[in-house]
């Protein structure tokens, strides 16, 4: 038969010794999913039906030890490594194919320090997560905006919400980490230990290592809040908005933070197909708002949006060298979320979004990207990192000097000459 039908995890898989496989399974306490389980395809499935990779081995782990297991697991193996927080990173790079992908899905407990306004939650929750548990006391940490988002991707990238404006990114907020490292060592950062790897960390995507627990800020919102929510024709709002025209929908009014912070969670159900790209803009223009309103006619699938994100306020307090998040002097962010259902559209809608992506990038005040809503990450690391890119390459060189870590679009270690 060879090898034809199989799958590139199947194959990858085979290449591993029947015993390496045993002792890792034996001494983990979580779970080791292997293509043959029946659990495999459920292991492998993310939120963006658009992903369909088969990896060697999923680890779903318990607890910090599992991580460590799977990651010297995988630099014995010389497989690659995919991390999984809540697996909503739009590209899929929770999932990879041939490799090892180290779910961190079920570690989601969450503690808050009321003395200390902080909150330590393990790296696989969710916005939802924290929120309910912070909530209990009337405090919140800044996160994004739809409550199934995995704190790990939207944290390490950076995390606009509601609070950012208020209060900076989710990065911002972080007090300390416990990270696993790619030699397999369990290290603490903050801005006292391990500071220049904590220094990466914040906007580095997990380019550095697999984060097992997150230590945030809290500041005390809710657990009522005022939330202002209208929608407006887009054919009417622009013309006459000072007229006082009715909105179509307005959602606004005194809500439960828990609620405004899940009020767009049905807008993005699992398994629908997903494509979104961002650029930051320096101000807004008539050019800009004109590009919306053209994109926006010509999308091919109803699902999708174009969206415009206020940015500056706290976020843009912060120096840009004081974190490897380097686009912070942006008023603002334009995203364009390609949604649809239907796999024959695939090429349509990604065609649709780059195009727009393309046209804004000629405008003049437009550049750069954020590596949260990376499209399939075409774009260059430099792109994301400023002048912060040859600092995060020192210390990818230093920390996984293998490229264990492995990220589509983001920064590799230096190799000698
Ligand atoms: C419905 C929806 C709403 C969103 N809303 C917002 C928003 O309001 N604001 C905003 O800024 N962004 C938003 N995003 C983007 C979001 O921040 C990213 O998709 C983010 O990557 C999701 O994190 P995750 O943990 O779910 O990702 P995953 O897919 O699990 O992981 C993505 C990548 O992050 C890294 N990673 C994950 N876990 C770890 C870990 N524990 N340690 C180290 N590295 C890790 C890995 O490299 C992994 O490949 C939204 C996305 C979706 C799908």
New binding site residues.
């Given amino acids: 038969m060879g090898s034809v039908n199989r799958t590139l995890g199947e194959e990858s898989f085979a290449m591993l010794s029947s015993e390496d496989v045993a002792s890792l399974a034996a001494d983990f306490a979580g779970e080791i999913v292997r293509p043959v389980d029946p659990g495999y395809d459920d292991a492998r499935e ?3 039906g658009m992903i369909d990779r088969y990896p060697a081995l999923v680890a779903r782990c318990s607890g910090v030890a599992d991580v460590v297991a799977a990651v010297n697991f995988a630099r014995e193996q010389g497989l690659e490594v ?9 590209a ?3 999932v990879n194919d041939g490799g090892i992908v180290v779910d ?2 079920e570690m989601t407990a969450v503690r808050v320090d009321r003395e200390a306004e902080t909150v330590r939650a393990e ?2 929750a ?1 916005l939802g997560d924290v929120d309910r548990e912070t909530q209990l006391f009337g405090l919140a940490t800044a996160l ?3 409550s ?7 944290t ?6 509601h609070c950012s404006r208020e209060y900076g990114l ?1 990065l911002d907020n972080l007090v300390s980490v416990d ?1 696993v490292t790619a030699d397999g060592r369990v290290r603490t950062a903050s801005r006292e230990r391990n500071a220049d790897l904590f220094w990466g960390l914040r906007g580095g ?3 550095l ?4 627990s997150f230590e945030y800020e809290l500041h005390e919102v809710g657990p009522e809040v005022d939330a202002l929510f209208t929608w407006f024709r887009a054919d009417e709002v622009f013309g006459s908005l000072l007229e006082g025209v009715t909105p179509l929908v307005d959602l606004s009014g005194e809500m439960a933070y828990v609620d405004l912070q899940s009020m ?2 049905e ?2 159900p699992d398994g629908l197909r ?1 494509y ?1 790209k961002a650029i930051y803009l320096e101000e807004l223009d008539d050019a800009i708002v004109d590009l919306m309103l053209e994109y926006n006619e010509s999308a091919p699938s109803e699902l999708s949006t174009l969206d415009l994100w206020h940015l500056d306020g706290a976020v843009a307090d912060v120096p840009r060298d004081e974190t490897a998040f380097w686009h912070r002097d942006k008023s603002h962010m334009l995203t364009v979320e390609a949604n649809w259902e239907d796999p024959d559209a695939d090429d349509a809608n990604l065609e649709w979004a780059r195009e727009a992506i393309t046209e804004t990038e000629t405008l003049s005040v437009a550049s750069g990207r ?4 990376p499209g399939l990450y075409e774009e260059p690391a430099r792109a994301r990192y400023g002048d912060n890119y040859d600092r995060m390459v020192d210390l990818k060189t230093e920390y996984d000097p293998e490229n264990l ?1 492995r ?1 589509p679009g983001n920064v590799e270690p230096r190799v000698d000459d």
């Fill in positions: 993310i939120w963006n995919a991390v999984r927080g809540g697996g909503h990173n739009v899929g790079t929770a961190l899905s790296g696989g969710t994004g905006a739809v199934q988002t995995g704190i790990a991707g939207l390490l990238n950076g995390g606009y919400g989710a990270v995507g997990g380019a290592g697999i984060v097992t767009l969670d807008d993005y997903y979104w954020y590596g949260n809503f870590f990220l």
